[in-house]
């Protein structure tokens, strides 16, 4: 262990000492925005297209794949990350067979006219189906050779963590490091096989959440206010934070570098706070604290400031989510509001996210007929 710190603040250092030589990055991380077809079936596929084509957002995550979703993102330059369900996992680890199948379902008629860019193999699976852990390494390894054997080189596969579920201590950010549980026979491999294969790390990242679990946290750090806190100034590594958000970041790249892997990409899984919540508690889910959460986070992405330990900041953040979903069933638990739309598909906030990615000029050439008439109905009937 002793070992493995002090490499750990030899790379800290270098890493300093690099970002103190190197102008700012101009380069910024792509929004993008998540979405449940299983939530929303009253919702036509091509209506989602529509509605983020004029949300100006070019990256989709899709918390379940559905071909049908899929087959309406074809030639729309839309970027999708795909999620493999945990449930699947055992089978596809047992059997690259069962990876194949799946990709047969969900990628190969599609691909490469729908832009598949990455699937994650599961979603919080320590957290939700721990039983699978040491099967999801060799379901991730399946998928990536069953995409090896179609011949397609350019999507990764990774899988999807919770900050809160697998980081511990994340005040100072440099002294996280991932949950002993999960570190060294989950975590570690899985970050090897991510270097191997230029792939990210995936991580959903609530600074809400941080905020209701711990006290001390006042609102406005989470909310990119500038605000005096305890933990501000990580006096290992002389930074001092601004937003929570950057402390999460800071303290997954920490961890990572505990286990020897600190430069490898993340992906902000999800990220996002809600706008109402049933819970009496919970005042602080209200859509004016959304509304500032989301712009800054939005304003602070476009800066390409990065993180104070990773210049470049995250690669792709993705906002949960697209549409608040109505819950079905009768149920006791707390139900939260995420959505940047209603689902009338009418914007909550006004918040620009065009410019926050390389959108390209003929993607706002929108297609076809049809698309130019929704665009119209839908855009413009607000
Ligand atoms: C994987 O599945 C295929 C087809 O179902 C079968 O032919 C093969 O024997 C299986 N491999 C293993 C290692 O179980
Ligand atoms: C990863 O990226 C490096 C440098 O860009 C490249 O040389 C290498 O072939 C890539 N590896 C894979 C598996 O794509
Ligand atoms: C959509 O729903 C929201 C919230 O329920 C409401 O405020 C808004 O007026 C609705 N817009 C339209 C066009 O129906
Ligand atoms: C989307 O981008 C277009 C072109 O850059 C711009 O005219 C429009 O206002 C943007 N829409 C939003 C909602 O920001
Ligand atoms: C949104 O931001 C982009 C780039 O940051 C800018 O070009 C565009 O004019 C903005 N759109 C609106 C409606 O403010
Ligand atoms: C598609 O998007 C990528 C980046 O997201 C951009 O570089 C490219 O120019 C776009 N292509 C078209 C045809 O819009």
Redesign the pocket.
């Known amino acids: 262990m002793s070992l493995r710190f002090s490499n750990f603040f030899m790379s800290l250092i270098f890493s300093l000492y690099f970002i103190s030589l190197l102008p700012r990055s101009t380069s910024f991380s792509t929004i993008g925005v998540t979405y449940s077809a299983a939530a929303n079936t009253h919702l036509p596929p091509e209506h989602i297209a529509t509605a983020i084509n004029c949300l100006?957002i070019t990256s989709l995550r899709l918390q379940d794949s559905d071909p049908n979703v899929i087959r309406a993102f074809t030639y729309t330059n839309i970027s999708l990350f795909l999620t493999i369900p945990n449930s699947l996992v055992p089978t596809i680890a047992s059997n690259r067979t069962n990876a194949l199948r799946w990709l047969y379902v969900n990628v190969v008629p599609f691909y490469p006219r729908a832009k598949i860019t990455i699937i994650s193999v599961g979603n919080d699976i320590l957290e939700v189906s721990p039983e699978f852990a040491e099967l999801l390494v060799p379901a991730i390894r399946n998928v990536y050779l069953a995409l090896g054997d179609l011949g397609i080189r350019k999507i990764s596969v990774s899988t999807t963590f919770s900050f809160i579920n697998v980081i511990t201590t994340p005040f100072p950010p440099s002294a996280a490091k991932f949950q002993d549980s999960s570190g060294d026979n989950v975590i570690l491999p899985l970050l090897q096989f991510l270097r191997e294969t230029n792939s990210s790390f995936l991580m959903n990242v609530y600074p809400y959440n941080l905020f209701r679990l711990n006290s001390e946290i006042p609102i406005g750090i989470a909310l990119f206010k500038e605000h005096p806190f305890n933990f501000r100034d990580d006096l290992t590594t002389g930074v001092r934070y601004h937003n929570l958000f950057d402390m999460m970041i800071d303290a997954v790249i920490s961890a990572m570098a505990v286990e020897g892997h600190e430069d490898i990409p993340i992906i902000v899984s999800e990220t996002g706070w809600p706008s109402s919540s049933t819970s009496p508690y919970e005042v602080d889910a209200n859509i004016a604290y959304a509304e500032m959460y989301l712009k800054a986070l939005v304003g602070h992405l476009?800066s390409g400031l990065g993180t104070p330990l990773r210049m470049e900041g995250v690669a792709e953040t993705y906002i949960y989510e697209l549409f608040d979903t109505e819950s079905k069933q009768e149920t006791k638990q707390t139900i939260r509001k995420w959505g940047i739309l209603y689902p009338n598909m009418t914007r909550k906030y006004n918040i620009?996210?065009?410019?926050?990615a390389r959108i390209g000029r003929s993607r706002v050439m929108v297609k076809l007929a049809i698309g130019i008439f929704l665009v119209f109905v839908l855009c413009f009937s607000q």
Do not use: E, I
Not at 352 to 356: E, L
């Open positions: 100006n476009k620009n996210f065009s410019g926050s």
